[in-house]
């Protein structure tokens, strides 16, 4: 993977905002950022800083790749460190979201987030790599960036004989995955309201 010169890896710490700024774009309308955040304007106003937790607990945690341009950016997260720990939250900053995020969004986002939780656990329960998130900029979506932020990944992936894991409230999203070697595993929605949720895992 760090040898693939279609790739940057990220790292440096105040590239986090840049990234986030991407993903917030391409996640404008995905269908979970919609039931957390209903209203369109204040989901593009704070969408950046929400996602920007993401990146900084992969930044740390995992590895955050984006294609040279910045078109496209893809969020892993390593085996033995797919399950987010409230240490390593506290550590990305991830408890000052109250702070700037409103209790309403807060509780939706937590309800959709211990269901996918459950699903991840329960549909990769051994040694795995995550797909925590991937996005490409609104104006160049297929146009194969996607396809480019996967194939080195999995590749590595495969040579290690790991399976990778994702989730998707998109079902739009669901086919371009199984284009990739991804199968459905599981899917469901949170008690209570919430998106879809498909579980998918590729075993190379």
């Known amino acids: 993977m760090h040898d693939s010169p279609d790739l940057l890896r990220i790292s440096a710490p105040d590239a986090a905002s840049r990234v986030a ?7 404008q309308y995905d269908p ?6 209903p209203n369109a304007e204040q989901r ?10 993401n990146v900084r607990y992969a930044m740390l945690y ?8 910045f078109e496209g950016v893809a969020v892993w997260l390593p085996p033995g460190r797919t399950a987010m720990t409230p240490w390593r939250m ?10 700037k ?9 937590a309800r959709v987030g211990a ?8 549909c990769a329960p051994g040694p795995h790599w995550y797909l925590s998130q991937i996005g490409v900029e609104p104006s160049r979506q297929r146009q194969g960036i996607g396809s480019r932020l996967l194939a080195p990944m999995s590749a590595r992936i495969d040579a290690a004989g790991l399976p990778c894991y994702l989730e998707t409230e998109n079902p739009a ?9 991804f199968r459905v595993v599981a899917e469901s929605a949170a008690r209570g309201g919430g998106p879809r949720v498909y579980s998918m895992l590729r075993t190379g």
């Open 115 to 122: 269901h996918t939780a459950s699903l991840h656990e329960r």
């Open 32 to 37: 979970l950022m919609c039931y957390v955040i």
């Open 21 to 27: 700024a991407l993903l917030a774009r391409a996640f």
């Open 62 to 69: 995992g590895e955050v790749y984006a294609t040279q341009g």
């Open 173 to 181: 999203n669901v086919p371009f995955y199984q284009r990739h070697g």
């Open 90 to 99: 506290a550590h990305a900053g991830m408890f000052a979201a109250p702070l």
């Open 44 to 53: 593009q106003r704070l969408l950046p800083y929400l996602i920007s937790l």
């Open 101 to 109: 995020m409103p209790w309403p969004a807060l509780r939706r986002l």
